[in-house]
Nanobody, 123 residues
Framework: QVQLVESGGGLVQAGGSLRLSCAAS????????MGWFRQAPGKEREFAVA????????YYADSVKGRFTIFRDNAKNTVYLQMNSLKPEDTAVYYC????????????????WGQGTQVTVSS
């Protein structure tokens, strides 16, 4: 069992940056690939980025590629999402989740979820 808690969301102007954190409980964190999803009001939850268990491989959605960076610290049981050059369309609740492969992009492929953190980008 892994419990995930996101933090770091907030209000930022377009072009600004935020860093999200996802802290995991339990000793099995380093076994799992980790992903970040986001969900805007009235829209489906969408994949943003994922990282392998070791941190050596990543996979980005085209919508965030070149602007977002995922990395993890297994010693601290934490995965991070550095978001730069933010746009109003990045406004959403951001969730971290755990899976067995960093190549998974569908929410149903992830089995542990955090409660989400709100990111709002003003124009």
């Amino acid at each position: 069992q892994v419990q995930l808690v996101e933090s770091g969301g907030g209000l930022v102007q377009a072009g600004g940056s935020l860093r999200l954190s996802c802290a995991a409980s339990g000793r099995t964190f380093s076994r799992y690939a980790m992903g970040w999803f986001r969900q805007a009001p009235g829209k489906e939850r969408e994949f943003a980025v994922a990282i392998s268990a070791s941190g050596g491989s990543t996979y980005y959605a085209d919508s965030v590629k070149g602007r977002f960076t995922i990395f993890r610290d297994n010693a601290k049981n934490t995965v991070y999402l550095q978001m730069n050059s933010l746009k109003p369309e990045d406004t959403a609740v951001y969730y971290c989740a755990a899976a067995t492969s960093y190549y998974y992009t569908r929410p149903e492929q992830y089995f542990y979820w955090g409660q989400g953190t709100q990111v709002t980008v003003s124009s």
